[in-house]
């Protein structure tokens, strides 16, 4: 079977790595692609945004299975073409997709079914936000309720932030992403993302990862869109990732069918691990990005069954093993991220880094010419490592960030810290 993968990140390179050591398939095609994912698959112009020419590429390259890597085309209804034109496809249609598109419909979805969550009220009126937020106090969660790249989202320590974060929102500062807004609850525990396959009807639990989102060692300084990651998160025990099962994908399963939106695809759910237990503070509904990379890594079986599956059905049906081992990935970003940066910097000594079989170097933004790599983004290389423990994968990982010569590069040097102190 020949496979079409939409986009250009570290995600999809570990998706088509993965994707690429399954018998089940023939060629594998990647819209855009980058400078990595060559090696393993042909890199094509297509926009994913013209579904007539994604639609005509599938039938003139025999596609029989379609891979959405980023929300932008589950949102924007690319499921949806692809379905009508009874081409195979892995990932939600744009209705489902509203569990990430829309703040606001996952909180009224937690309510209406008791999935436990953030207290939250949903306002397109400034005066109203506002009261709400008084009468609920600070610290306050803002959140514009549309896509905002990972930015919507406003923690408020006092009130005065709350306003201003109000006033910006529904001032236009994410577009048409902040004509509403969900004021919220402030959790407190500890974070950790959980990954389910659905098909609509039954899941398939996929593994635990604890993400870093801001730029700087001890997690301060701005969010990114993620500087590292590590799988399993040891805070997700047993007990914890059967309650969140339970009580929160479970229930959002038959939710999202009863209310005439079934939900194919992956559930990556981001919670909060509070004294009551588990609770959702959001929904994606794509691989996490750089989450994918270490799942894909521990992943011992073959993925392109699990993801027909979604599609198909019975996604409960397909076995599934994974390494007992950990994975930890760095994200090696330009100089500069996520502010302005460089761009087209040389990054040398990619090959002699990646000799080990439990080692893997994932390109994110870079673009391969004349046989050389280039940085051409933000987040540029994902170096992912397995080891016995998050410690010893730790180490494997920062071992090879220091054969890589990228003098315009850097990484955060404390990846992984709250597992390896849970460690020792
Ligand atoms: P989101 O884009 O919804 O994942 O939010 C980004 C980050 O903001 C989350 O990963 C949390 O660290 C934080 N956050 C969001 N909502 C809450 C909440 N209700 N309480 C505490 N932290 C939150
Ligand atoms: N790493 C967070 C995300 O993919 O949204």
Not at 37 to 61: P, Q, R, Y
Not at 102 to 109: A, E, P, V
Not at 340 to 353: G, I, P
Not at 396 to 422: H, Q
Request: with cysteine; aromatic share 6%.
């Amino acid at each position: 079977m020949n496979i079409l993968v939409i986009g250009g990140g570290g995600r999809e390179h570990a998706l088509v790595w993965k994707i690429a050591q399954s018998p089940l398939v023939g060629r594998i095609f990647v819209a855009p692609g980058n400078g990595g994912i060559g090696d393993l698959a042909t890199c094509t112009t297509l926009n994913s945004s013209d579904h007539d020419a994604v639609v005509d590429f599938c039938i003139t390259e025999n596609i029989g299975l379609v891979v959405v890597g980023p929300e932008g085309p589950l949102v924007d209804g690319l499921v949806d073409r692809l379905e009508a034109e009874n081409i195979t496809a892995f990932g939600p249609t744009a209705a489902a997709a509203q569990l990430e598109g829309s703040k606001g419909f996952t909180k009224d979805l937690c309510a209406k079914y008791n999935i436990p969550t953030a207290a939250y009220g949903r306002f397109s009126d400034a005066a109203k936000a506002r009261n709400f937020a008084n009468k609920m106090g600070a610290p306050i969660v803002i959140k514009a309720d549309g896509l905002a790249a990972g930015k919507g989202v406003i923690i408020a320590e006092t009130m005065a932030e709350a306003h201003s974060a109000i006033e910006d929102i529904l001032g236009g500062q994410f577009g048409g992403a902040g004509a509403e807004l969900v004021v919220e609850e402030f959790l407190t525990g500890e974070e950790a993302s959980f990954f389910a396959l659905c098909d609509g009807e039954t899941i398939l639990p996929l593994a635990t990862a604890q993400d870093h989102k801001q730029v700087g060692e001890g997690d301060v300084g701005p969010n990114t869109g993620g500087m590292g990651a590590y799988s399993p998160a040891p805070v997700m025990t047993d007990e914890m990732t059967s309650r969140t099962i339970e009580e929160i994908i479970l229930p959002t399963m038959r939710g999202m069918k009863a209310d005439g939106h079934p939900f194919k695809g992956i559930f990556f759910a981001g919670l909060m691990i509070t004294d009551k237990g588990p609770e959702l503070i959001e929904y994606n509904v794509r691989f996490g990005d750089p989450e994918c990379q270490v799942l894909m890594m521990r992943m011992k079986s073959d993925i392109v069954p699990a993801l027909i599956a979604c599609a198909k059905g019975r996604v409960d049906k397909v076995e599934m093993d994974w390494h007992d081992k950990a994975a930890l990935t760095v994200v090696m970003a330009a100089k500069g991220y996520p502010g302005s940066y460089d761009k087209n910097t040389e990054v040398r000594n990619l090959d002699q880094a990646s000799q080990d079989e439990n080692m893997m170097i994932f390109h994110a933004g870079t673009k391969k010419e004349a046989g050389k790599i280039y940085a051409i983004g933000g987040r540029v290389l994902n170096v992912t490592a397995m080891g016995n423990g998050v410690a010893e994968a730790k180490d494997l990982a920062y071992s090879t960030v220091d054969r890589i010569d990228w003098p315009e590069g850097f990484c955060r040097r404390d990846i992984g810290w709250r597992a390896v102190k849970r460690e020792r």
